[in-house]
């Protein structure tokens, strides 16, 4: 396989995943004391459940309202996720995977959901590590947005035909395939097996560490 670089998803990836769900209920909490009709933003991820709420509130209610709902949701999830942060750690043999394929040659980006604040909270020496940080508050496009991924490739200097999606999410794997990347799922994180394979992943791995990535892109650990 020709690879020149892979894109990492981080929650549930390189590090444990958070809990979601909860969060979700919560930021659902808030917007439901604004008196957000349902329709407005069931069937969305988190992020984009308070951008489609305040543009409701915006012609609903009035600027001040949108403006005061929008503050409050995204600092629950900043709360949220920097909690969890203090005291989650990366998975074991992350820093040696990472290092192993740039040993080789290979451009290294993560492209995440996750605020960067909490990402460098989990995974200080991350930047040591990968070449490019994507995180949610580096560009205006989130997963399953292809623009979060390309605008990380295009900062790689690097073709989607020649690179690899890795993640432990369906919408890793959407985002992927809208692009053409090859496409690596792991079980580490909020997904199993059937439901990667669905969304496109062309191979699943248990879990990653240093040897099992590289021997399925092509390259023997020991050479």
Known sequence: MACDAVLFDFDGTLAPNLDLPDMRRQVLDITRTYSVPAQVYEERYIVEVIDAAAAWLRGAADAATADAYYRSAHQRILDIEL????????????????????????????????????VLR?????????????ARDDTPHLKPDSRHLSFCLDTLSC???????????????????????????????SSNRQALHEAGAHHVLDQLNATNLQQHLGFHPSQ
């Open 122 to 134: 989990v995974f200080p020496r991350l930047l040591e590590h990968v070449d490019v940080l994507l």
């Open 159 to 189: 073709t989607a035909s020649r690179a690899v999606m890795v993640g432990d999410g369906r919408l890793d794997m959407h985002a992927g395939r809208r692009l053409d990347m090859y496409c690596v799922g792991v079980l580490s994180g």
């Open 83 to 118: 909690g969890a942060a203090a005291v989650t750690e990366p998975f074991p043999d992350m820093p040696l995977m990472l290092d192993a394929l740039r040993r080789r040659g290979v451009k290294l980006g993560v492209v995440t959901r996750n605020c960067r604040a909490a």
